[in-house]
């Protein structure tokens, strides 16, 4: 059977409505507040910011909560002085080593309670221009160096109390993987899944831990439209979350039905394939859809994740390339974590191991007459880390991370090299 966004759409409402008709009649009417929260966190499981949206109260700076953090890293590299995961670009660094400073990014954090229908969220960030996680716009527009820009700002529509069903209006993470949209390293199947658009997507979060969401927005233009934009992008999530005692998973399958509109894809797209329509953006020869699959356990003392991302069809070679393929790339990646929760001298403290790998996502060295053919996700093949953090003090926590990624062979459009990165981060917040 043939994946298309009507095929899966349709299949997203109908496995839905089933959900909802068995169980919306007798259990919503009786959802408590610890029903009500878990239904909020995972409408809101891609949203970055500080989990505790604002109250109703009668005057206005009761409705309205502001919040923020901040994440400063020391690294150092091995391999290049390029910041973000394409460490193996040699024509933008010819260093054998690179250490840096550098403010990964800070937020504040703006929740408002409106009704008792509704509410609004807004995160306004400041960052050093990190290729992986920077909106195109601004990497476009400003080049390397610090920016800032309106990651977030949407109005939700919602009252779990009421009823399982939500819309999020604007600028916003859509449902399509499960991620926190800051980490010290980027998953590899993050990077083929975050998706920041100004979207409406619409959802059900049952109290019983049933979830779905489908949503729409203007995504990379299409080269045969590029002077036209529209809304040409969808895609849709089912999962499952529950909790109980020390015990709790969450699993969860996406599609998109335009890969390239992830963040990280749209920024390769300019800076690799030079892709650019009539205001500068970038634009896609072919449309690829992906899927999404996650997975999270916890009990007690220990915790695990899991994600793969895949491309149901190859990408136009001259967008992304790969050189076994003769039609372009088809990317896949995934990764897998495990961890420890623990106490360090009475602080509450973390220690994770990590593996990625990913297929047919290298860069592409070919050499014609002397220049060099960069179309590619230059994504590692393999990653390992290790990450400890330990909460030092109220809202303050610090972090250690080491990555070794071992890139693709030169015949396969890689360096052939293996980079290692030592990252600390200090961590604060407030509320």
């Known amino acids: 059977m043939k994946f298309t966004p009507k095929v899966l759409l349709t299949t997203m409402v109908a496995a839905g409505a089933l959900v909802t008709a068995s169980a919306f009649a007798d259990n919503v009417a009786a959802a408590t507040s610890s029903d009500v929260s878990r239904q909020e966190s995972i409408m809101n499981q891609n949203s970055y910011g500080i989990k505790n949206a604002a109250g109703l109260g009668s005057d206005w700076f009761q409705r309205i909560r502001v919040s923020g953090l901040a994440n400063v890293d020391a690294g150092y590299s091995n391999v290049s002085s390029k910041k973000g995961t394409n460490y193996h670009d040699d024509t933008l660094s010819n260093a054998n080593s690179s250490s840096d400073i550098s403010l990964n990014n800070a937020n504040l954090f703006i929740d408002a309670c409106l009704s008792d229908f509704s509410s609004a969220h807004l995160s306004v960030a400041y960052a050093d221009n990190n290729l992986d996680t920077l909106p195109v716009r601004k990497v476009h527009a400003e080049g390397t160096g610090d920016v800032a820009y309106l990651e977030e700002a949407y109005v939700s529509l919602h009252n779990f109390a009421q009823s399982p069903f939500y819309a999020t209006i604007g ?218 953090n330990v909460n030092v003090m109220p809202n303050t926590d610090i972090g250690f991370g080491l990555v070794n990624d071992h890139d693709y062979s030169v015949a396969n459009g890689g360096s052939g090299k293996t980079a290692t990165t030592g990252t600390v981060r200090l961590s604060v917040q407030f509320a």
């Open 171 to 388: 600028k916003q993470y859509v449902g399509f993987g499960s991620y926190d949209a800051h980490p010290m390293y980027a998953s590899l199947s993050q990077l083929l899944s975050q998706t920041n658009a100004t979207a409406l997507q619409l959802g059900m979060v049952l109290p019983q831990g049933f979830y779905g969401d489908v949503f729409g927005f203007r995504g990379v233009r299409p080269e045969s439209n590029r002077t036209l934009g529209q809304i040409n992008t969808f895609g849709g999530q089912l999962g499952f979350a529950s909790s109980a005692d020390d015990v709790s998973f969450d699993l969860g399958v996406g599609y998109i039905d335009d890969m390239a509109s992830s963040v990280y894809a749209q920024n390769q797209l300019f800076l690799t394939s030079h892709n650019t329509d009539y205001v500068g953006l970038p634009y896609a020869r072919k449309s690829v859809a992906g899927w999404n699959v996650h997975l999270a356990l916890a009990s007690g003392p220990f915790y695990g994740k899991a994600a793969l991302t895949q491309a149901v069809d190859t990408f136009d070679k001259a967008d992304f390339s790969y050189p076994d393929s003769t039609l372009g790339a088809r990317p896949v990646a995934y990764d897998v974590n495990a961890g420890y929760r623990f106490k360090t001298a009475g602080h509450d403290s973390s220690f994770e191991l990590g593996y990625g790998h990913s297929r047919q996502a290298s860069g592409n060295g070919t050499s014609n007459n002397g220049t060099l053919n960069r179309a590619g996700f230059y994504l590692p093949q393999n990653r390992y880390e290790a990450l400890y």
